[in-house]
């Protein structure tokens, strides 16, 4: 992922500003067509706007304008008689499709996701997340007292994580790992991949019980359950003992410096001094270049109170939680893996 920024470069600055300052406009548009289910309604093939309002429930005349527009970027295709199909974009944007991306957009447009960047400012202003600002608690807590909202981003980071889980399992050599413990792994899309391309390997699943039984499922039907076990984590508390290697996904980011630490240290604590931590993170690098971490780690600042943190940051925060950067293996997306061992 990065950003549009060498397109942009070769139109006149008030042009780029322009799309740029635009680009709220094309993700409520996405969102308004993926909540009226437009990708599925069109699944059988071209279909005129009459038809896809009267399916929809909604205006015609109003759908027409919203689908027009976004054909202009690719999501979707008019054609000479007026009818609408899908495109490979649009495609994603159902649920059951290969690289789904539907529940991200889901996220990033419902008012829980997209309301925070509007306070943006407060978040530059005083250090605070716009997010605790507008609903007076945390992003995490949210979710929790959110049950719908909270599924709905879980499976979000299952779409977002696609990509990386692939880049992931190329770029890293596992075949020396017996027990990988994936810690808030989620509804386990990353160890199962893991486990499927390492036919010897365990594992262990921990997360929240409303989360693991979705896990569960997962190792159920890919064949899995001998092989991997769940277990409940709050890892503020404690993160599970038996794993001679520790997974750690888009997790540390979402944190700032303490309650990372705290969590590295309860996995140092399940560790007794043996084995590797690994964390899959965007690792921030200086310069201009457009990277799609550089955004990301605003997303923290409005979202989480996290941030993306450099190589030098990583190996500090790493050495206070009890453990010693040894190298950090590149892959084809946005992430690294940060390999550490305790100290």
Known sequence: MSSPAPALQTLPPPVALLSL??????????????????????????????????????DARSLYRLLRALSSVGIFAEGPDGRFAL????????????????????????????????????????????????????????????????????????????????????AYDFSGVHTLVDVAGGYGSLLSAILQANPSMQGILADMPAVIEGAR?????????????????????????????????????????????????????????????????????????PEFGKWLDVAMLVYAGGCERTQPEYRDLLAAGGFRLTRIVPTQSPLSVIEAVPV
């Open 87 to 170: 495109t490979p974009m649009a495609e994603c944007l159902q649920a059951d499709a290969p690289g789904s991306m539907r529940a991200w957009v889901m996220v990033m447009g419902e008012s829980f996701g997209f309301q925070p960047w509007g306070d943006l400012l407060h978040s530059v202003k005083t250090g605070q997340t716009a997010f605790d600002h507008i609903h007076g608690m945390g992003f995490f807590d949210y979710l929790g007292k959110n049950p719908e909202h909270g599924r709905l981003f879980d499976e979000s980071m299952t779409n977002f994580s696609g990509p990386e889980i692939a880049a992931i399992v190329a």
């Open 217 to 289: 499922r997962r190792f159920e039907t890919s064949n899995l359950a001998d092989r991997c076990t769940v277990a409940p984590l709050n890892f503020f508390e404690s993160v599970p003992a038996g794993g001679d290697a520790y997974m750690l996904k888009h997790i540390i980011h979402d944190w700032d410096d303490a309650r990372a630490t705290t969590i590295l240290r309860n996995c140092h604590r399940a560790m007794a001094g043996q084995g590797k931590l690994l964390l899959a993170e965007t690792v921030m690098t200086p310069g201009n270049d």
């Open 21 to 58: 300052t635009t680009g709220h406009w094309t993700t409520q548009a996405i969102f308004v067509a993926t909540k009226l289910c437009i990708a599925d309604l069109l699944r059988d093939g071209p279909k005129s706007t009459p038809d896809l309002a009267q399916s929809a429930g909604v």
